[in-house]
């Protein structure tokens, strides 16, 4: 079956940087996409970034936009997200996720069919 395996968090200051890598195994699947989301305490899991298959485009959500760079080696079947100038808010678990159509709806928890099992990063101040 296919896996998607999140490494990399941690805990850092702020200011810090962290970089999270998701390795996919266990079969071949569609990816026109692969995203980031994030779910800190008591808050619903939102879209942190996505990038094409071709790693062509990049979408970013406004929070995290000039700190995170997503970017993926298909040959690799890994996909990694670099945080720099991290802030306590950033403090959530992360997964990684892949979207296997071609619409646009990449911000929409619904639209991607795999997901990992999320790892921690935490901020302190």
């Known amino acids: 079956q296919v896996q998607l395996v999140e490494s990399g968090g941690g805990l850092v200051q702020a200011g810090g940087s962290l970089r999270l890598s998701c390795a996919a195994s266990g079969g071949t699947f569609r990816s026109y996409f692969m995203g980031w989301f994030r779910q800190a305490p008591g808050k619903d899991r939102e879209f942190v970034a996505a990038?094409?298959?071709?790693?062509?485009?990049?979408y970013y959500a406004d929070s995290v936009k000039g700190r995170f760079t997503i970017s993926r080696d298909n040959a690799k079947n890994t996909v990694w997200l670099q945080m720099n100038s991290l802030k306590p808010e950033d403090t959530a678990v992360y997964y990684c996720?892949?979207?296997?159509?071609?619409?646009?709806?990449?911000?929409?928890?619904?639209?991607?069919?795999?997901w990992g099992q999320g790892t921690q990063v935490t901020v302190s101040s």
């Open positions: 996720a892949n979207k296997g159509d071609y619409r646009s709806n990449y911000e929409r928890r619904e639209a991607y069919n795999y």
């Open positions: 990038i094409t298959w071709s790693g062509g485009m990049t």
